[in-house]
């Protein structure tokens, strides 16, 4: 056996010796070290004997499965002393149950055992259970906290953090115990004396404690003996189960990855490098692109993957997923970029599913929106950043809520009623001033904003971390216009808050949202299994995985909001976990757990209806909106014409409209079958130019315009000169205050009708049949006469009525012979 330094079998010996050695100590077996560097000899000269002692056989099948594990350990041989680091046991993934924590007594409930999960986060009502930490009860001397592993585990290290609470409240030092019966214990020592492990100095910063060698047992106990305000405490536990040849158990339930992926966490020298890396194995379907640069000047890197890379085909839907917008969420960034290595290796091995997605959609992928925070947390560790470090970039802003507000100009606008008639209810303009350089809104955001705006987006999500849920828009938070005035009449009498959750405003979209959310969440792993509750309050989704934001916690100026009230795009969050930074060993297991469900989002795009709008020469139309009758927010055609309009299976009425063009609506019906229904339009050219022009001659004036359906109506309209065709006396009647008949024309016109309906009357009374009499008479019947339903007059002041007569016979016989031709119509547009 050769053991010199670099020699692979030196390797070997380092990740199996510390390990096995400690499993051989608490068997208590005679020399084990001598069993284990023979057990080595055996193992790399192939010449195992055919009969062992028995206890040689045990230890040896321990060796042997301890030998082909694939953990990844950090240890460092120092005579027969070894300095390992295995992963966390789950605190803070909640991998460890309630029920597998213990204390020795609790302040209030709110601040039980389960509340001792490193990073956990108060709710901040004092009137609910969700503590900041674990708290034990004032008035006990001797305090503990206990973690039962359910089986044999090689404990390595312990990792505390103070309670999240304004008072600074954490534990300063501690003692560690050990069991396998939870009856009998050891305190971890040297030999001379008990190990007292210094804890914290604040109550938000983690500290590792790591133990000189490996402790194999079942329970673990931490006795807190002195701290600082309260004794309160969050805790993370680092241990390597053992293997068990004896349990089918544990291989039945470890998690086997079947994709050759790169598993590890990225530093951004090593994301740039792997993404350059992708798009040289996968040159025909891969890009490899930037939106920007941050604050500190380093490129937010995309992927592009398509077959047709770096250009927009017609018809074909463009997806997005984002991630890293806090740089100490890990987990988002690495799903991401394994998904860029799974989608590249299965298209090369002709996998039907990829191809097809492959083929119809234009998908991109942005790992890392904050690549400063990134590097923040990065340089800390997986365990050791706290909860906030890297959060924010380096300027200080949240990139995910630093969007322009555009849900109160809507919602302003719905309450005036100016919608949709003047004011749009999509595409909301952003407000002059917003973009300005005066540093409110990050470099990063802005570029996020221009590549949005210009790649017709059709769905999109953004990964996250700190929970494990998705969340569907509206992310802001505001009562109706209804809820609002019943609010303020609850405050004048002097009542708190009464109105009910129900009555905010909802998303127009929301049934299809929620299916979006429910699309991920039923499909992952783990994200519908909320009988723990969620990470740090109890399960907001009601055991379904989803939830609105504006019900949970609502935020200003999000992404989400944005991305609906501004593009065409449909975007949700997705929350990928409790840890937000987990252990590199996670990352299998997290990959298991999201890949299904990444690939069914993605497959989202193509549901709903797609088609484009061209005029009747067969050519695009681009700005033109198509909307869907009952649903109060509409989309726009891309330069090509195109759209995308994601619904739920069901029969729609949809129409497109665009400038210079005649409206067009039909009924187009989305089935439960996977893919788009195809429904075009072909629009006719209406007069609207025309139009147009002739309200600018008018200083662009609202015209009223009478149809036939208006006769009768008793409505008053004006008209100018140049509103009596074809007539000799045009130019007879002057304008003033811009084309209205002077006031004596108008009161000279009341009287000549008035004179009118007197003849008329007259007339019908000489048509009356007289009572018979003797006396024989000829009677000359005339044709009564029909007054006109549709004057271009309005009916008169009866004020005005008996004012004197001046008018002359010449304008008796104008106005008898005046034909006016008033009825117009035009296209609607």
């Not at 901040?124 to 674990?134: L, Q």
């Not at 009856?183 to 971890?188: G, I, N, S």
């Not at 305000?229 to 470890?254: A, K």
């Not at 939830?547 to 949970?552: S, T």
Request: with cysteine.
């Amino acid at each position: 056996m050769n053991l010199s330094l670099g020699s692979s079998e030196y390797e070997t010996f380092l990740r199996t010796f510390c390990k096995t050695l400690a499993v051989f100590k608490s068997l208590q077996m005679p020399n084990p070290a001598k069993i284990l560097l023979q057990f080595h000899s055996w193992f790399f000269s192939k010449e195992i004997p055919n009969v062992l002692p028995a206890y040689e056989t045990h230890a040896w099948i321990l060796y042997f499965n301890i030998l082909c594990e694939h953990v990844v350990h950090i240890m460092i041989l120092s005579g027969l002393r070894c300095v390992s680091v295995c992963p966390p046991l789950g605190m803070e993934s909640h991998r460890i149950e309630n029920d597998q924590l213990l204390t020795s007594s609790v302040y209030q409930h709110r601040y039980g055992s389960h509340r001792a999960r490193l990073n956990i986060q108060a709710s901040g009502d004092e009137d609910d259970m969700n503590g900041g930490a674990w708290c034990a009860n004032p008035e006990e001397k001797i305090n503990w906290i206990e973690l039962d592993a359910r089986t044999l585990t090689e404990f390595t290290g312990v990792i505390t953090q103070g309670r999240d609470d304004p008072i600074d409240d954490y534990v300063s030092s501690y003692y560690v115990a050990f069991s396998n019966d939870s009856r009998e214990w050891t305190v971890l020592h040297d030999g001379y004396a008990e190990w007292l492990f210094f804890g914290n100095s604040d109550k938000n910063t983690p500290v590792l404690s790591q133990f000189m060698e490996p402790v194999v047992a079942r329970y673990i106990r931490i006795l807190p003996q002195t701290w600082n305000g309260t004794m309160c405490m969050r805790m993370e536990v680092l241990g390597c189960p053992v293997p068990d040849h004896l349990s089918q158990y544990q291989s039945q339930n470890e998690v086997m990855h079947r994709d050759d992926l790169d598993y590890t966490h990225h530093n951004y020298l090593d994301m740039e490098k792997l993404m350059k890396s992708i798009s040289d194995e996968c040159p025909n379907i891969s890009r490899f692109y930037s939106l920007g640069k941050s604050f500190k000047g380093l490129e937010i890197y995309a992927m592009e993957i398509s077959d047709n890379p770096g250009m927009h085909e017609t018809g074909e839907p463009e997806f997005r997923y984002t991630a890293g917008y806090h740089g100490n969420e890990a987990l988002g960034r690495e799903l991401l970029l394994m998904l860029m290595q799974y989608l590249c290796k299965e298209y090369k091995d002709g996998n039907p599913r990829v191809r097809h997605l492959v083929d119809e959609t234009r998908i991109h992928l942005v790992p890392s929106v904050n690549p400063d925070g990134h590097m923040k947390a990065f340089e800390k560790g997986s365990e050791l950043g706290s909860w906030t470090l890297g959060h924010w970039t380096e300027d200080g802003h949240d990139i995910f809520q630093n969007f322009p507000d555009l849900n109160n100009i809507l919602w302003d606008a719905e309450d005036k009623g100016m919608v949709p008639k003047l004011i749009s209810n999509h595409h909301v303009p952003i407000p002059e001033g917003v973009l300005s350089s005066n540093g409110s809104v990050a470099v990063e955001t802005l570029a996020l904003m221009s590549w949005m705006e210009s790649h017709p987006f059709v769905l999109g999500a953004n990964l996250q971390g700190g929970e494990r849920l998705v969340t569907y828009p509206f992310d802001m938070r505001r009562l109706t216009k209804e809820s609002e005035e019943l609010e303020k009449k609850l405050h004048s009498r002097g009542y708190g808050e009464g109105e009910p959750e129900e009555e905010i405003r909802m998303i127009e979209d929301q049934s299809l949202f929620r299916w979006l959310a429910i699309s991920y969440a039923s499909t992952h792993h783990t994200m519908t299994q909320t009988h723990q509750g969620g990470c740090h309050t109890d399960d907001p989704t009601g055991g379904m995985g989803i939830v609105n934001r504006a019900k949970w916690k609502p935020i200003p100026g999000s992404m989400n909001d944005f991305s609906y009230l501004h593009t065409n795009c449909f975007e949700l969050s997705i929350f990928l976990g409790c840890d937000k930074f987990p252990h590199q060993s996670e990352l299998i297991r997290e990959w298991e757990h999201n890949r299904e469900a990444l690939l069914t989002f993605m497959a989202q795009v193509h549901r709903g209806i797609k088609g484009v709008v061209r005029d009747k020469e067969g050519n695009p139309i681009s700005n033109a909106t198509v909307s869907v009758e009952g649903i109060n927010h509409d989309i726009r055609t891309g330069e090509s014409g195109d759209y995308w309009r994601l619904l739920n299976p069901g029969e729609y009425r949809v129409t497109a409209r665009a400038e210079g063009y005649s409206p067009f609506t039909r009924l187009c019906v989305v089935g439960f079958d996977p893919g788009a229904t195809y429904c075009s339009f072909d629009l006719n050219k209406s007069n609207w130019d025309r139009i147009k022009q002739i309200m600018a001659l008018h200083g662009n004036r609202p015209i009223r315009l009478l149809s036939s359906g208006n006769r009768g109506s008793g409505q008053r309209y004006t008209y100018s000169r140049n509103q009596i065709p074809n007539s000799k006396f045009s130019n007879q009647f002057p304008n003033s205050n811009g084309g209205d008949m002077s006031k004596a024309r108008l009161r000279q016109l009341r009287i000549m009708r008035i004179r009118r309906l007197r003849q008329q009357r007259l007339l019908a009374r000489n048509t009356t049949t007289p009572p018979p009499t003797t006396t024989t008479t000829i009677t000359t019947t005339v044709p009564p006469t029909t007054e006109s339903t549709t004057p271009w007059y309005g009916s008169w002041p009866l004020g005005e009525i008996f004012e004197e007569n001046t008018t002359s016979p010449e304008e008796t016989e104008l106005t008898d012979s005046l034909d006016y031709n008033y009825n117009y119509t035009t296209d609607d547009y």
